[in-house]
């Protein structure tokens, strides 16, 4: 394996997965006065608190998972960031009209649903899943990935 196998790919696609996060929380320093608001909308005390560990999340968590130094931790962390920040800040089945052109919830189905996205990426930094070397997926591009059902079939 080269390089571009064991490092480069690897490194781009955490970079990608994660790389919206420090600016989010950079977002919340700059308009702290609306990251408040949407903080105080939520149903947990302490909204200040809340935002404050949100930052550190969005800009500590990150760094930790493109370095590879507790990535799995962190990558455990910001998941639950993201499924906390759905849940309770991205109500969309609250909005009555939330799939309408114009209805107000929709910007807040799309969150949800990306949060949930991020949720499945991180997971996969979570489980140490095997890279398969770019020559191999370049060579084969429509074959199938791992699949983690294989295991437990052949376990019968």
């Known amino acids: 394996m080269t390089w571009l196998d064991l490092i480069a790919v690897p490194l781009l696609a955490k970079i990608c997965l994660v790389s919206m996060f420090p600016l989010s929380a950079y977002d919340k320093i700059v308009h702290w006065g609306e990251a ?6 939520g149903p947990l005390p302490f909204p200040a608190l809340l935002l404050i560990l949100g930052i550190a999340v969005e800009a500590i968590t990150p760094a930790l998972i493109v370095i590879g130094l507790w990535d799995r931790a962190a990558a455990f962390v910001l998941a639950g960031f ?9 109500q969309f089945w609250r909005f009555p009209r939330f799939w309408s052109k114009n209805g107000d919830g ?25 890279y398969e070397p770019v020559s191999q997926v370049a060579a084969r591009p429509l074959s199938n990935g791992p699949s983690s059902i294989t295991p437990i079939l052949d376990h019968r």
Not at 36 to 41: G, L, P, T, V, Y
Not at 82 to 90: D, F, G, P, S
């Open 36 to 41: 408040m608001d949407q903080a105080k909308s």
């Open 82 to 90: 993201c499924v906390i920040t759905a849940l309770l800040y991205h």
């Open 106 to 130: 929709r910007a807040h189905l799309w969150d949800f649903f990306k949060n949930f996205g991020l949720v499945g990426g991180l997971l996969l930094v979570l489980i140490g899943g095997n």
